[in-house]
């Protein structure tokens, strides 16, 4: 348990405007990690491995990308007590993203709108700042999330995807494709059929090749929305069968405010985080292991808020979750409570390397 309780630190915190809060964070996150003073907010780790997608995982809890677009905070992030963390989203080129402001909170309904619009340093940057940190010295993993500059056409996305692909493959326990973020013009119509067959196909060509350069096979995993008809999880699951991907990620942000109309901030504009998209993030993950069989990694995420509520991710078919939000609302205790509920519950079998299926 951290030494320096998170409610004593969040009414500070949410007497700020979030976006200040979440910098301030960082700041002091990056400016403590690998110091003495990590304790105050550093918890013990709860050790509850699991094979997947041909990694060790060393416990089922981990950290969603967004809180760390920069990968400054990997060590701290890492001191919570995550088994995995991932950083990003990064794109090729730096970018301030959309303007301010673009950070809203919903506390009746422990909930987050933001419309950051993926605002980063930059790939070189990012890969600085991976290689700075030793949390993959310690046997954790690092997931590595990518995507596109706003201002690259949408039908020329696929080289921005290539281009960060090569940068953080050799520094990638695994790479995540993020097609599913409200925040980045027409960003989502990337999961449509054809757009999405397209992507992966590049995407997994480029993988082989990097394969072979580098001696190592780096897991792909896909990002997608809550905001998604079956029959478009269905078309989404045979892609990622066809193109040989290692896992999806379920789900990102919604853009649906019908749990939280009437609220202040209920009409801003952007992805809609917390509590009000559990049930439509449980929905997509059981209808993915509908489609997708017993043996296919899905990591579970939105509105984990309790130990409870990820629990219930992995009776929808989840083999492990991610948090966000909740972190943010409920602090690092958040990360030891669900990680001991999940050591008394046994992991799915695991789940042996798989071939691309071709159709």
Do not use: W
Not at 102 to 131: S, T
Not at 176 to 181: A, Q
Not at 215 to 231: S, Y
């Amino acid at each position: 348990m951290s030494l320096l309780p998170y409610g004593l630190a969040r009414p500070f915190l949410f007497g700020l405007d979030p976006e200040t809060a979440h910098e301030l964070t960082l700041h002091s996150l990056a400016r403590l990690q690998g110091t003495p003073l990590q304790l105050a907010y550093a918890n013990g780790f709860v050790a509850d491995p699991v094979e997947l997608a041909g990694l060790r995982f060393p416990n089922r809890v981990g950290l969603a990308a967004g809180l760390d677009k920069n990968a400054r905070c990997i060590d701290a992030l890492g001191a919570i007590g995550f088994g995995f963390v991932e950083v990003g989203t990064v794109t090729p080129l730096a970018q301030p993203g959309n303007p301010k402001p673009r950070m809203f909170r919903l506390p009746r309904a422990n909930a987050l709108i933001n419309r950051l619009g993926f605002n980063n340093d930059g790939l070189e940057a990012f890969i600085g700042n991976v290689q700075r940190s030793s949390f993959r010295a310690k046997g954790r993993l690092l997931g590595l999330n990518i995507g596109k500059n706003a201002a690259t056409p949408i039908e020329k996305a696929a080289c921005d995807y290539l281009v960060c692909l090569d940068g953080v493959y050799p520094h990638a326990d695994y790479v995540t494709i993020n097609i599913s973020s409200p925040n980045t013009r027409n960003l989502r119509a990337l999961q449509s059929d054809e757009a999405l067959d397209s992507l992966l196909g590049a995407i997994a060509s480029q993988r082989e090749a990097l394969a072979r350069q580098h001696g190592r096979r780096v897991p792909l995993f896909v990002k997608i929305a809550p905001d998604l008809d079956e029959a478009q999880v269905e078309v989404i699951a045979a892609t990622l069968r066809r193109h040989g991907m290692d896992g999806v990620i379920a789900t990102n942000t919604t853009i649906s405010r019908a749990a939280i109309q009437g609220m202040p901030h209920a009409e801003e504009a952007g992805g809609l985080s917390g509590a009000p998209v559990f049930e439509a993030s449980n929905r997509v993950i059981a209808q993915l292991r509908a489609a997708l069989g017993p043996g296919f990694p899905i990591v579970g995420v939105g509105g984990i808020m309790s130990a409870a509520d990820a629990l219930a991710k992995l009776r929808a078919g989840a083999d492990v979750v991610q948090i966000y939000t909740g972190l943010i609302y409920r602090g690092p205790q958040l990360v030891d409570d669900i990680a001991r509920a999940f050591r008394r519950v046994p992991a799915a079998p695991a789940h042996p390397p798989r071939s691309p299926v071709h159709s």
